[in-house]
């Protein structure tokens, strides 16, 4: 199962990139990775009930909003050192694409061309005899086009001269409510990551959470940034 979320890009904030990425679970280990993140949410919240008060999302742990917004600094980096380890020893595959928008000549289709290029780059994840659906979080605006758009990659290949033909993602893409799935928030922590290195974040909690970056191997299974120079 390909679990995955987006990033919109912010050029008024120099964030340039609008990302797509997410997780490739086996089937045989949800459960196992769900555990740890239960385990999390009964700490903190005395519950592993999925609910809005009890999800994993980075942006609410990073701003001190929702459910986080009565802890301090150092509880909070905690929460993310302890979802970053979980994201690192998980035994899944991780995918990310970073689309450049500032060097983007078609700016309208931004989002389209960041969700073909994340469906290669899980296509190319996947081994010969694997297959997998994906499952992106509900609250993204983009997907009634995602849905339409993997129709076409899978009859027609990726749209370009260069494209490649979707095999091993069958089915449609499904979504549900980031608080509805673990799985979800582990994709939404995995995009944080990721955008963190790209460096757009500042501030004393960005500067700290970059020291705790440098004590996990997040190396993608597979990536795309484009344009290039």
């Given at each position: 199962m390909t679990y995955f979320d987006e990033v919109k890009a912010q050029p008024t904030q120099a964030q340039n990139y609008y990302f797509v990425g997410g997780i490739c679970v086996p089937m045989d280990k949800i459960i196992e990775i769900e555990?740890?993140?239960n385990k999390l949410a009964i700490e903190l919240f005395k519950t592993a009930d999925l609910t809005p008060d009890t999800c994993f999302h980075a942006r609410l742990i990073h701003?001190?909003?929702?459910?986080?917004?009565?802890?301090?600094?150092?509880?909070?980096?905690?929460?993310?050192?302890?979802?970053?380890?979980i994201l690192a020893e998980a035994p899944v595959k991780r995918v990310y694409v970073a689309i450049d928008y500032e060097k983007l000549k078609a700016k309208h289709k931004v989002a389209e061309i960041a969700f073909a290029h994340f469906c290669e780059r899980v296509e190319?994840?996947?081994?010969?005899?694997?297959?997998?659906?994906?499952?992106?979080d509900l609250d993204n605006q983009e997907f009634k086009n995602m849905i339409a758009d993997f129709a076409k990659y899978r009859t027609n290949g990726t749209p370009w001269d260069w494209g490649i033909k979707i095999t091993s993602i069958v089915d449609s893409v499904h979504f549900?409510?980031?608080?509805?799935?673990?799985?979800?928030?582990?994709?939404?922590?995995?995009?944080?990551t990721v955008s963190h290195r790209y460096g757009?974040?500042?501030?004393g909690f960005a500067d700290a959470y970059s020291g705790v970056?440098?004590?996990f191997n997040?190396?993608?299974?597979?990536?795309?940034?484009?344009?290039r120079d």
């Amino acid at each position: 199962m390909t679990y995955f979320d987006e990033v919109k890009a912010q050029p008024t904030q120099a964030q340039n990139y609008y990302f797509v990425g997410g997780i490739c679970v086996p089937m045989d280990k949800i459960i196992e990775i769900e555990g740890h993140l239960n385990k999390l949410a009964i700490e903190l919240f005395k519950t592993a009930d999925l609910t809005p008060d009890t999800c994993f999302h980075a942006r609410l742990i990073h701003f001190k909003k929702g459910p986080f917004g009565n802890m301090d600094f150092p509880a909070r980096l905690a929460v993310l050192r302890r979802l970053t380890e979980i994201l690192a020893e998980a035994p899944v595959k991780r995918v990310y694409v970073a689309i450049d928008y500032e060097k983007l000549k078609a700016k309208h289709k931004v989002a389209e061309i960041a969700f073909a290029h994340f469906c290669e780059r899980v296509e190319l994840a996947m081994e010969k005899d694997e297959r997998t659906i994906l499952i992106g979080d509900l609250d993204n605006q983009e997907f009634k086009n995602m849905i339409a758009d993997f129709a076409k990659y899978r009859t027609n290949g990726t749209p370009w001269d260069w494209g490649i033909k979707i095999t091993s993602i069958v089915d449609s893409v499904h979504f549900a409510r980031s608080h509805h799935s673990r799985m979800i928030q582990l994709a939404d922590i995995y995009l944080y990551t990721v955008s963190h290195r790209y460096g757009s974040r500042k501030g004393g909690f960005a500067d700290a959470y970059s020291g705790v970056l440098k004590d996990f191997n997040l190396f993608p299974t597979r990536y795309k940034v484009w344009p290039r120079d």
